[in-house]
């Protein structure tokens, strides 16, 4: 098993006056998911596009990469253990339930090509039977213009999905989608079938509201559900959803560690608060555990957050109360599971994440761009939360902004070369683009692009350095954006880059 140095975990809160959505993206080694699906039988591309919606990148890869079929075969019987809501029976009630919504989702939802059911299919593979259904119908004046479609509501799950027909074919898609990129094998080696397999989705909350497809953040938590490539199984749902949004980021550590820093953010308005002398105070509890490829426990963090907030919390709040877990791992593949619960109502919510850590070594490096509701200057009397060096970064895992605040990212900076007098000398650039190039433009979309850049040259003592930046919203409009750092030590013209993902709400 390996071995992790677990540092002070951070369990701070502040309020955070922000709304969703928009969340973190994981990191995988990028790979050829085509020409490895091309390689799968008749009988395996069925079962794959499917399960498809339970894996992550790193999960697809290495399912994909087994050279035979018995060791693919072997690979998932280890990976429906893993995800088997009963262990202690021999009944995998997740993969009868899953297995049922594939073939409900091939009959009801289908569609020509891969996967072979469009987004109403992909939605009751992910989430089950909505609670609700009902047909919306097209809508074209000044304000809006959309296709006819279809409405789904999980109670449950609290979310609303909005579907369009917009090309008036039966085919459902999603109506926050702005983009879909088709990226064809460059060998082609893929039949025209499944050309498509590496469908991009680029989702903005972008002209979805004051349609009557119900309240906002109904739409949000869809939105952060499939951006994060959430699947709930009737097992998962036993308990009301407490949302919760997280996003993990590393920094360089001491020995060869990274210091990796789990931010969740909670709706203010989920919990319940009683009255206190100074306040008004709520609790829960909240747990992190890491495990290893093998599944094998790595660390396993608990503790009860207590926050106490100057007024109550109206019931459609937008704060956000941010915490935070501290850990110290060793350089490798690891699955986070996050754990959140308010014993006062039961409600209970419970987040997968899997994420490479890479090491940062000794040469030129930056760590993880780290977006920021608040980054302030510390000071006397300043809370001891969140701290960072002189600079206090409040953390922001849902990545969205409304406008006119400014986009806040922090960063580290390693392995600069310094003079005999130990200075560094450097250069930030930073720009900003349209996350697929795309924007929606009544029922078609349309290329954008944004000259949205920015460079600047310092200097410091030492070899390490942090970086704050605060990014204007002017010239940005209500979508998702990529924004790209890149540092280049000015002494030896080695560059490094990060890339970072938010979003913009009006």
Known sequence: MLTCVRSAAILLLLICLTSPPCTSSEFSDKFDEETLFSNLDRYEKRQYEGLRYLMN????????????????????IKFWRMNDPTPSTRTNERRIEHDARVATARELYAKNGFPGWDHRGETF??????????????????????????????????IVVPFED???????????????????????????????????????????????????????????YVENNRYFHSADIKHPDLPCYFDITAFKGDNGKVKTEISFEIPAKELTYTEGRDGWKTDFEASIAVYDMEMN????????????????????????????????LKPGYYRFGLEVRDHKTNKHGVYLCSRHILPFGESLAISDVQMASLIEETGRGSRPSFIKGPLRVI???????????????????????????DFAFWEVEYSVEPKKGKKRDGLGYKDVST???????????????????????????????????????????????????????E
């Open 451 to 505: 000259d949205l850049s920015a460079k600047f040259s310092t200097s410091g003592f030492g070899s390490t350095q942090i970086e704050r930046i605060e990014l204007a919203t002017e010239n940005l409009w209500e979508g998702s954006f990529r924004i790209t750092v890149r540092v280049m030590d000015r002494r030896t013209r080695k560059s490094v880059e990060k890339i970072a993902y938010f979003s913009i709400l």
């Open 125 to 158: 593979i992910r989430f089950g039977k909505p609670d609700y259904a009902a047909d919306v119908s097209g809508q074209v004046n000044e304000n809006v213009q959309k296709g006819p479609g279809e409405i789904w509501q999980y109670y449950q799950l609290g």
């Open 57 to 76: 990148d790193h999960q697809k890869m290495h399912y994909l990469r087994l050279p035979t079929r018995k060791e693919r075969d072997e690979w998932l």
């Open 166 to 224: 917009a090309f008036l074919n039966g085919e459902h898609t999603y109506y926050m989608e702005i983009a879909t990129v088709y990226t064809q094998s460059p060998h082609e080696m893929l039949t025209d079938e499944y050309a498509d397999l590496s469908e991009m989705y680029a989702f903005s909350p972008y002209n979805i509201y004051g349609l009557g497809f119900g309240p906002s953040d109904e739409l949000m938590r869809f939105y952060s």
């Open 297 to 328: 426990e790595i660390v396993t963090v608990m503790d009860t957050v207590r926050i106490e907030l100057p007024v109550k919390p109206e019931p459609d709040s937008p704060w956000l109360l941010p915490a935070q877990f501290t850990l110290t």
């Open 395 to 421: 953390p922001h895992p849902i990545h969205a902004y409304r406008m006119p605040d400014p986009v806040k990212f922090y960063f580290e900076i390693y392995g600069l070369d310094v003079d005999n007098e």
